[in-house]
């Protein structure tokens, strides 16, 4: 007996996983479907990820989104990349910049070019770690407050800017709903109040909400952030947890006055405890703080945090619990879990709204025909779990590479075991400068090299192929990159001025 054809799909909650994953549905699917969101005007939305990647271009693009719409109605800003500061040492700063570093190489990475270049520069094995920002042109446009779409530097095959935006989080949900539902979305208002399962296969099959209306759907899409409706507290999913190796569960968030100068980067800064974030919109400064509860009290964090910012606070601080870790099966029976219901990743490098984008991505890809297939099922999650893994690795890196000697908390980030998969990489870079990632990996290998020698782990070997560069092909090659790169800086508008041309 043939399966029946998945045609009514019911999303849970909105915000900016519901409304992400309807926007795109409906763009790529909406002919086929019948696509209702449900959610509840009484139930606030966590609304911190005020940061992104660069993948969400692309995602608004293909979701019919217009770039300065997007920006003017999201009080949105250009973001170059993340600067860490006083994560390696106290005093000391680097930057997870978007984009290329200097030139691109067939066998072998450009830093590996740098760092013999320091090596003949210093007359000795000493690096200067900081120099390795020279040659990137998201860097020094960050630190200068330039800005401008260009995809390559004029006149050369060099890449150009590789960005990303701040925004209002929740001005962005209502943004796609009205998008979602000029595609064809249709919203539903109301609490759910009971969640009815087959009694054989244990699939929902429909909701009921505080009024007596009844939702019924094939297919299921869990985007009740932390609460997490369907994938745990109906399907009781189960959950791994990521908290022995990423130790902060806390997060304490305040928005503040702008400042006059916009700056195209996010600020990361670590404190005793934990760290604290700095997004600058066009109407407002996000603030907020990381910390763990074992360490320090959320009055202490209050009060550091609000030592800490540029201005006027604009709110009470707002806390927010979380355990970092992810749903062990991103896809149960049929109930697909989107955005923080899947798990959660602290904020350090933004990557909790990407993980939207790629889920919804990864749902269309494997959106099921006729029926629900098993395999389909497994690879989903076999992909969604190798997608988590790189993340919380890279991320564990930031912690695990600190030097900072001034609290336990520090000292014991140094002393923690951490995946065998980070450790060899670590270590592979140590004495040799080399990194490989998985082609699907989010973060580059170039990602990972700028926090390696950001954080003071610099080679101590560099490729061959290096070596077949004479002393004065090498000199020319630095300058020349340079040079190009800081001309290009200097014929740029500022970011303030970016923006008012919107």
Known sequence: MPKSKIKNVVIVGGGTAGWMTASLLAKVLGKTLNITLVESDDIGIVGVGEATIPPIVNFNRAI?????????????????????????????????????????????????FWQKHQQLQN???????????D?????????????VPISHIPKTNLPG????????????????????????????????????????????????LEDGTTITGDLFIDCTGLAAILIEKTLSTGYDDYSHWL????????????????????????????????????????????????????????????????????????????QTGRRRKQWNKNVIAIGLSSGFFEPLEATNIHLIQTAATRLVK?????????????????????????????????????????SEFWRACQRMDVPKSLI?????FKKTGKVFCHPNDLFTEIAWQQVMIGQGNVPEDHHPLVDTLSKAQLDDLMKDLKTLINRTVEKMPSHNEFLHSL
């Not at 600067?83 to 072998?108: L, Q, T, V």
């Not at 060899?424 to 592979?428: P, S």
């Open 161 to 208: 800017l590789a960005y990303a935006y701040h925004f209002d989080a929740g001005l962005y949900a209502k943004f796609l709903r009205k998008h979602a539902e000029s595609l064809g979305v249709k919203r539903i208002e109301g609490t759910i109040t009971d969640i009815a399962q087959d009694h054989q296969s244990g699939d929902i099959k429909n909701l009921t």
């Open 64 to 112: 019919g989104i217009d770039e300065k719409e997007f920006i003017n109605v999201t009080k949105g800003t250009i973001k170059l990349g993340i600067e860490f500061n006083h994560w390696h040492k106290d005093g000391e700063r680097y930057m997870h910049a978007f984009g290329s570093i200097g030139k691109k190489f067939p066998f072998c990475d450009f830093h590996h």
């Open 424 to 428: 060899n990489k670590i270590q592979l």
């Open 366 to 406: 494997f959106f099921p025909h006729h029926g629900i297939n098993l395999e389909e099922v497994n690879e989903f999650n076999r992909q969604s779990k190798t997608e988590s893994e790189g993340i919380r690795d890279f991320i564990i890196l930031h912690y695990k590479l600190n030097n900072r000697g001034d």
């Open 123 to 133: 007359g000795s094995d000493h690096i200067d770690g900081s120099s390795f920002w």
């Open 247 to 322: 130790p902060c569960n806390r997060a304490i968030a305040v928005p503040c006055e702008k400042t006059d100068t916009i700056e195209p980067y996010t600020r990361s800064t670590a404190h005793k405890v934990g760290w604290q974030w700095r997004i600058p919109l066009q109407h407002r400064t996000g603030n907020g703080l990381v910390y763990s509860s074992k360490h320090m009290s959320d009055e202490e964090a209050k009060t550091l945090l609000l030592k800490n910012i540029d201005g006027k606070p604009l709110a009470d601080p707002k806390i927010i619990s979380f």
């Open 135 to 147: 040659y990137s042109l998201n860097y020094q446009a960050a630190k200068q407050g330039k800005f």
